[in-house]
């Protein structure tokens, strides 16, 4: 091999060596880290009032991308006045603008106005309100387990998880007059409960996280529930089964974060009302022994794992 053709092997070989490297090179970029990265932003309420929520995209959440301005507006209903903000801000300012650097919760205060504007703080008969759905009766935040109130010349007790069972056991109030605002676990409230026909239509369920074999076995009740507020629920597991005579309408019910409802509806004899507008993207799959030996019609069926329009 003469020495031309020895430098046109190395010229070969630089060359190769530097396309290898290159290819290396664009194999091995840095990918963006910070790209399509959002936030969560939770507001919750106390009192009786709503937030409006708007950024420059028009989004209204819950979801932000990271670095979104937000302005929060509380808007309070009739006869309440907006008080602060609690939870992972703390402003008295109305409105707010948070910027969304991170997952946040947020509570929005109202409070009741007072009405005759002597400066003096509630009366005992504003330690209770009526819902703006005109059926739930709620407690306000000044009030605790044990109160007394009166509500349009009706007195109501206020109770908790304690003392609401043990009123059931006793059979010693009429559960109508109750307010169950700081009532978190329902389970097994009126389980085997064969004669009992309770009226708790009013009953305020927002903070119950679990409701499972609520009304298990308990074969005379039928009562309206179908404006029970079940947005904080997790659990509804045998909820209704063994039911014999209910059958009310609670397709509009809140399931978003249920996680269980095996065996809800299991012989359910009566139950046939539509639940296919249900809300359940935490529950994938049918669970097991949903509507088993029930009168439940198939087509009744919620959509799992989806949250309909």
Do not use: H
Request: net charge negative; with cysteine.
């Amino acid at each position: 091999m003469n020495k031309y053709n020895f430098l046109f092997c190395i010229l070969i070989f630089l060359l190769s060596c530097e396309s290898e490297d290159s290819s290396q090179t664009e194999v091995m970029q840095p990918v963006d880290s910070n790209e399509n990265i959002t936030y969560n932003l939770t507001i919750d309420i106390q009192g009786q009032g709503s937030v409006l929520q708007e950024d420059k995209n028009s989004n209204n959440g819950p979801d932000y991308s990271e670095g979104s301005f937000v302005k929060l507006t509380a808007i309070p209903s009739d006869g309440w006045v907006f008080s602060t903000w609690q939870g992972d801000v703390v402003l008295n300012e109305n409105p707010i603008e948070i910027v969304m650097n991170s997952s946040k919760n947020l509570t929005a205060i109202f409070e009741l106005t007072d009405d005759d504007s002597d400066d003096d703080p509630p009366t005992q008969g504003e330690l209770i309100y009526l819902d703006s759905n005109g059926l739930t009766i709620k407690a306000n935040s000044n009030a605790k387990p044990g109160d007394i109130a009166t509500l349009n010349g009706v007195e109501y007790l206020i109770v908790d998880n304690d003392l609401l069972r043990e009123i059931i056991v006793d059979e010693t109030e009429d559960l109508s007059k109750l307010v169950t605002t700081f009532v978190t676990d329902m389970s097994s409230m009126f389980r085997n409960k064969q004669t009992l026909t309770p009226d708790i239509t009013a009953w305020d369920t927002s903070n119950v996280t679990d409701m499972s074999y609520m009304f298990f076995n308990a074969s005379l009740y039928n009562g309206d529930l179908s404006l029970w507020d079940t947005g904080k629920v997790t659990n509804m597991t045998y909820m209704f089964a063994e039911t014999g005579v209910f059958n009310r309408d609670i397709g509009d019910w809140n399931t978003i974060n249920v996680e269980n409802m095996i065996g809800m509806f299991n012989k359910a004899n009566s139950f046939n009302q539509d639940l296919s507008r249900w809300c359940v993207p935490l529950i994938p799959t049918r669970p097991a022994v949903f509507s088993n030996d029930s009168n439940l019609s198939e087509n009744f069926i919620p959509k799992w794992g989806t949250c309909p329009d």
